[in-house]
């Protein structure tokens, strides 16, 4: 009973998602080529509104899943270099399988079983990284 707000706010998420466009192969496209301000237009506002409701959760003390007030954001010291290999591999990910990583969920539920393969790879990246993590320079 606990997670009917997890799948309302996921529902949500994914009919925001559709009626957007942003899971749309050629927005996506258009976005790495420059071509259209769209799919900029969505980031920017997920971002805005990200850090709205954030520093709103932080204001109201709003409860996390595990029923504390507290939020953990650790920031990372900054490495331009990591950040620009990781978010090249990010991209590169993205702009080959025509979506990241929230819109692949939406994509299956709307019945685009071919990402579940996306997902599968997804899914097989991050265990893989899990077992090398320790041995790689961070």
């Known amino acids: 009973m606990k997670n009917i707000p997890f799948l309302i706010v ?20 258009e976005m790495f080529r420059f071509e259209s301000f769209h799919m900029y ?18 204001r109201f003390q709003m409860k996390n899943w595990r029923g504390t007030t507290e939020l953990d954001f650790k920031p990372t010291p900054l490495s331009v270099r990591r950040h620009l290999i990781a ?35 997804a899914v097989a990246g991050t265990y893989t990284y899990g077992l090398v993590r320790d041995r790689l320079p961070h």
């Open 87 to 121: 978010g090249s591999i990010f991209g590169l990910g993205w702009a080959l399988a025509g979506a990241c990583p929230g819109p692949m969920y939406v994509l299956i539920g709307n019945g685009y079983w071919i990402m579940a393969l996306i997902m599968l790879g």
């Open 41 to 58: 237009g969505i980031i920017g506002t997920a971002v805005v509104l990200g850090a709205i409701i954030i520093a709103a959760m932080k």
């Open 10 to 29: 996921g529902i949500f998420f994914g009919i925001v998602m559709t009626k957007s466009e942003a899971i749309s192969w050629f927005r996506i496209h």
